[in-house]
């Protein structure tokens, strides 16, 4: 049995199919909330915790986990873990 994370919640791959691990309900169109904050995303479908980046293509909160964490603003310029962490408190301390 594979297992993975998705949005700061366990998940595991059986049976050709994504499972919450606490549930063992399917993952796909049932979005939680991050499993860190607890916020959901944005309408604009941005992670709660960070809304919207200027200048990114996308971008990822890390859901608890600091070193999944990233800022892709082009092919090829992403900044991930603790640097993109300290861009988003940046841009919260900016607003």
């Known amino acids: 049995m594979a297992e993975s994370s998705l949005r700061g919640h366990a998940i ?3 049976d050709g199919e994504w499972l919450y691990k606490d549930t063992m309900a399917p993952s796909a ?3 939680r909330a991050c499993g ?3 916020k959901t995303n944005t309408p604009e479908g941005y ?3 960070i809304g919207r980046i200027e200048g990114a293509v996308n971008a990822c909160c890390g859901h608890g986990n600091p070193l999944n964490a990233y800022i892709q603003r082009t092919i090829g310029d992403c900044v991930r ?3 993109a962490i300290r861009d988003f ?3 919260r301390l900016a607003k």
């Open 36 to 38: 860190h904050c607890g």
């Open 81 to 83: 873990g603790d640097d």
């Open 29 to 31: 169109g049932n979005e």
């Open 47 to 49: 992670d709660g915790c």
């Open 89 to 91: 408190e940046q841009q």
């Open 12 to 14: 595991v791959y059986v």
